[in-house]
């Protein structure tokens, strides 16, 4: 249901993208990782489930919701999500984050920040293109 409301609020403010909502069997997953769309949403479990269709992608910006999901360091969803290429990254939450959050670089705001030294190395700019797009969900 939360994927559904988060392609609502995409299809309102830019319609006409394409919006594919990765759920269902692994068979089903498989399908819409083909597709070719604008914006991909996903939740946090599937990073362990559909990894390598993850990383088989160059995503232009990687949006995580809740991010509180990713805190910690030691985690396998948090290791892997680093692990997924990108150029940006948002990480979103309406919860108190503790400062010991760090991007890949190791710097707490480099994800949303300017950073010289966080890969990405640029805050978000610019339109997103299509298919570059990868929202991360966390039902709680």
């Given at each position: 249901?939360?994927?559904?409301?988060?392609?609502?609020?995409?299809?309102?403010?830019?319609?006409?993208?394409?919006?594919?909502?990765?759920?269902?069997?692994?068979?089903?997953?498989?399908?819409?990782?083909?597709?070719?769309?604008?914006?991909?949403?996903?939740?946090?479990?599937?990073?362990?489930?559909?990894?390598?269709?993850?990383?088989?992608?160059?995503?232009?910006?990687?949006?995580?919701?809740?991010?509180?999901?990713?805190?910690?360091?030691?985690?396998?969803?948090?290791?892997?999500?680093?692990?997924?290429?990108?150029?940006?990254?948002?990480?979103?939450?309406?919860?108190?984050?503790?400062?010991?959050?760090?991007?890949?670089?190791?710097?707490?705001?480099?994800?949303?920040?300017?950073?010289?030294?966080?890969?990405?190395?640029?805050?978000?700019?610019?339109?997103?293109?299509?298919?570059?797009?990868?929202?991360?969900w966390f039902k709680l």
């Amino acid at each position: 249901v939360l994927k559904q409301q988060w392609a609502s609020e995409v299809r309102k403010f830019l319609p006409g993208k394409k919006i594919i909502v990765i759920e269902g069997t692994k068979a089903e997953r498989n399908k819409l990782w083909q597709q070719q769309g604008d914006y991909y949403i996903v939740n946090y479990e599937l990073i362990l489930r559909d990894f390598e269709q993850m990383i088989s992608y160059q995503w232009k910006y990687i949006i995580a919701d809740e991010c509180t999901k990713i805190t910690n360091p030691r985690a396998k969803q948090s290791r892997l999500i680093k692990k997924i290429p990108s150029r940006y990254r948002v990480a979103m939450s309406g919860t108190l984050i503790s400062n010991k959050v760090r991007c890949s670089c190791g710097n707490p705001t480099a994800c949303v920040k300017n950073c010289a030294t966080c890969p990405a190395g640029e805050r978000l700019q610019s339109t997103p293109e299509s298919g570059d797009i990868l929202f991360l969900w966390f039902k709680l």
